[in-house]
Nanobody, 122 residues
Framework: VQLVESGGGLVQPGGSLRLSCAAS????????MGWFRQAPGKEREFVAA????????DYADSVKGRFTISRDNAKNTVFLQMNSLKPEDTAVYYC????????????????WGQGTQVTVSS
């Protein structure tokens, strides 16, 4: 199993970024996908997740209305569109996968990517 994130970078407050996570080595269309983030000195926290079909999504309150999670099962890829970014969104963002249903607990995910850095600063 391999998960590879991309799309991170430096952006000004109010800006947007789109993260991608390319998956391989498992039947992507039957697995839930999640995005988590970890800022320096803080614990890893839930950001967003969606089920295998993409019909059910869940968001942390801190990103609801600004971030959108989606997936393309034909391309084995999950996305995180991040709009109206704030300095407090600065973190390393990780994608993760678990079978079938999404979950907010990081410990329930079986596989993780290496992370991509997002920095929101003027």
């Amino acid at each position: 199993v391999q998960l590879v994130e991309s799309g991170g970078g430096l952006v000004q407050p109010g800006g947007s970024l789109r993260l991608s996570c390319a998956a391989s080595g498992f039947t992507f269309s039957t697995y839930a996908m999640g995005w988590f983030r970890q800022a320096p000195g803080k614990e890893r926290e839930f950001v967003a997740a969606l089920n295998w079909h993409g019909s059910s999504t869940d968001y942390a309150d801190s990103v609801k209305g600004r971030f959108t999670i989606s997936r393309d099962n034909a391309k084995n890829t999950v996305f995180l569109q991040m709009n109206s970014l704030k300095p407090e969104d600065t973190a390393v963002y990780y994608c993760a996968t678990r079978y079938y249903s999404p979950d907010r607990k990081a410990t329930s995910y079986n596989y993780w990517g290496q992370g991509t850095q997002v920095t929101v600063s003027s």
